[in-house]
């Protein structure tokens, strides 16, 4: 089983809508972040987690929020959805007791997501 | 903004190595060098990381220059499932951030 899953992993929606991408986890990470990649473009960071009780704004916030609900779960909102957020987006989550410079981040497979 | 420079692409023969080159001028003493890669539109997945010395684990070898200016990946004998897009970051040991660039795509050829 997926380690990092992401619900929906594709989603068709309408401008205006309100969506909300779900991302969990199993590994038992505290560390929990969201991502967004346009085609032909690096990732790019959305908002992150280090905590149940922490949310911090990433590169590209606006237009976004997020919800952590309990460690295992991150998840994304919409709240009214544009054509240029169409995109994939990437959740992904790290262990910060894994020793000071390693911080490796587990990533999910993705939601592609389209705003018409 | 991204504090590495890639080149967009590069090939390499299958069985061959592949060195995908890094600079990254701006690199401050507390900050690793990490290299992850992407294969078609999947989640990314982590290769190496390292600060000075160079490192080398069962996917990869980093070479980092002694000024930490620019570094070296090498997939020893790359194959065709290595094609992928290569992203080299600079970030903190603690806390930090992962800021994408927009990596080097490799396509590995038979």
């Known amino acids: 089983d997926a380690d990092v899953t992401q619900t929906p992993r594709n989603r068709i929606t309408k401008t205006g809508k309100r969506i909300m991408l779900e991302c969990s986890q199993t590994k038992g990470h505290d560390r929990m972040y969201w991502y967004r990649q346009d085609p032909g473009l690096g990732l790019r960071l959305i908002y992150y987690?280090?905590?149940?009780?922490?949310?911090n704004k990433g590169e590209i916030s606006d237009g976004y929020s997020v919800s952590r609900q309990a460690q295992a779960k991150f998840s994304l909102s919409l709240e009214s959805a544009i054509p240029n957020q169409t995109a994939l987006y990437f959740c992904a989550t790290s262990d910060p007791l894994a020793g000071f410079s390693y911080n490796e981040q587990f990533f999910g497979p993705g939601t592609r997501l389209t705003v018409l | 903004d991204a504090k590495t420079t890639q080149p967009p692409s590069m090939d390499c023969a299958e069985g061959r190595a592949a060195n995908l080159p890094c600079n990254h001028s701006?690199?401050?003493?507390?900050?690793?060098v990490y290299w992850y890669r992407q294969i078609h539109s999947q989640g990314p997945q982590y290769i190496i990381h390292?600060?000075?010395n160079n490192e080398t684990n069962e996917m990869a070898s980093l070479i980092i220059t002694e000024d930490r200016k620019s570094s070296t990946l090498i997939l020893p004998h790359a194959t065709l499932r290595d094609t992928a897009v290569y992203y080299c970051i600079v970030r903190e040991g603690q806390g930090g951030k992962l800021i994408f660039g927009q990596g080097t795509e490799l396509s590995v050829k038979p």
């Open positions: 987690s280090f905590d149940v009780k922490d949310i």
């Open positions: 390292g600060l000075k």
């Open positions: 701006t690199i401050s003493g507390n900050e690793y």
